[in-house]
């Protein structure tokens, strides 16, 4: 069993199509024997049932997300963040200074690798104003609130805010600002002699994967899950 808030196109509950880890993780599990359940969450609560050693892992985990999970060598995909703000604000991501005067929605435990991390999570009160969201929709609610100017910022995936403006007619309310980073994203395991060996299939899996082209399969299907959004 494996667990994650809405995500899509990674993942995805309200769709035909089930997201790109979804397809993958079934792919590279899945039996007749064994069947691939994906639990709906919010992510810090996927994360401590996984720590808990309660579900076998996460799909879409940022390293440093989580000390105490299991991550396999190999990438699942790759994770480009972007900012959402409305449309009137005239407002520019030039580097991590100009955070400092925002308020950003995001949801609790996404993490964004360490560039955009040391600027959101200072340590002291110099960083910016956050409001972090607890909920298994977290991109929906929080753009919502954005709309609704309770925050003037949400941080999240780039292909995950343009498949939510798109599907929840927030457009052209608000539009997308590139946060200039890239970060590998990871199927993450639970701590245990049976994570551990999860996480070693799933790396043979993916070798064998590549060796013989079929990831193309998936992107043709959802897009190459990294690029620019």
Not at 19 to 24: A, D, I, M, P, S
Not at 158 to 184: C, T, Y
């Given at each position: ?15 035909t ?13 899945e039996?007749?024997a064994?069947p ?8 810090a609560?996927?994360?401590r ?7 076998d ?18 990438a699942?995909?790759s ?17 991590v ?17 360490p ?17 972090t ?8 609610t929080?753009l919502?609130?954005l ?8 941080l999240d ?5 343009r498949?939510?403006?798109d ?9 997308l600002?590139?946060?200039?980073v890239?970060?590998?994203i ?28 079929g990831?193309?399969d ?5 897009g ?6």
């Amino acid at each position: 069993m494996f667990a994650s808030d809405e995500w899509c196109p990674y993942v995805c509950f309200e769709s035909t199509r089930p997201g790109f880890l979804v397809e993958l993780v079934r792919e590279v599990f899945e039996s007749p024997a064994r069947p691939v359940e994906i639990r709906r969450m919010s992510w810090a609560r996927a994360v401590r049932e996984a720590e808990g050693g309660r579900i076998d892992g996460v799909l879409g985990a940022v390293r440093g997300e989580s000390a105490a999970l299991v991550y396999p060598k190999l990438a699942a995909a790759s994770d480009r963040p972007a900012f959402a703000v409305r449309a009137d604000d005239p407002w520019r991501f030039t580097g991590v200074e100009v955070l400092a005067d925002r308020r950003i929605g995001l949801a609790d435990g996404y993490r964004f690798g360490p560039t955009l991390d040391g600027a959101l999570f200072p340590g002291g009160s110099s960083g910016p104003t956050l409001e972090t969201l607890s909920s298994d929709r977290p991109t929906w609610t929080n753009l919502r609130k954005l709309v609704d100017r309770r925050i003037d910022t949400v941080l999240d995936n780039g292909h995950v805010l343009r498949h939510e403006i798109d599907r929840s007619g927030f457009f052209p309310a608000v539009r997308l600002i590139d946060a200039g980073v890239e970060n590998p994203i990871f199927i993450a395991f639970a701590d245990s002699p049976a994570g551990r060996s999860l996480a070693q299939h799933f790396d043979r899996a993916m070798l064998a994967r590549s060796e013989r082209g079929g990831r193309s399969d998936l992107e043709q299907t959802y897009g190459p899950m990294g690029s620019s959004p």
